[in-house]
């Protein structure tokens, strides 16, 4: 059974960080692109940050340069380090695995709230 599950959400203010992290398990992570993705409210849910199974990463205009994706194989897990936040970015955010090799296939996470208020 696939699962994938999300942890580190919480309410932070205006400048401040916070590190998300996605394990997975039933599925072998390295043959997996993982992503983060985010849902504000009345919004479309839209990509953040990308990471290929190689480690090449790809961010949203809105959040280049402050945030980071980055994977540990041996741990099957993806973080997002998130800094100098803003009360844009609140929305919940949501782990994707995509399987490079065929047949094609794809797994979420539940989500975890992220607000950034004062």
């Known amino acids: 059974q696939v699962q994938l599950v999300e942890s580190g959400g919480g309410l932070v203010q205006p400048g401040g960080s916070l590190r998300l992290s996605c394990v997975a398990s039933?599925?072998?992570?390295?043959?997996?692109?993982m992503g983060w993705y985010r849902q504000a409210p009345g919004k479309q849910r839209e990509v953040v940050a990308l990471i290929g199974i190689g480690g090449r990463t790809d961010y949203s205009d809105s959040v280049k340069g402050r945030f980071t994706i980055s994977r540990d194989s041996a741990k099957n897990t993806v973080y997002l380090q998130m800094s100098s936040l803003k009360p844009e970015d609140t929305a919940v955010y949501y782990c994707?695995?995509?399987?490079?090799?065929?047949?094609?296939?794809?797994?979420w996470g539940p989500g975890t709230q992220v607000t950034v208020s004062s």
């Open positions: 039933g599925i072998t992570f390295t043959f997996y692109n």
């Open positions: 994707k695995a995509d399987r490079v090799i065929s047949p094609p296939a794809a797994y």
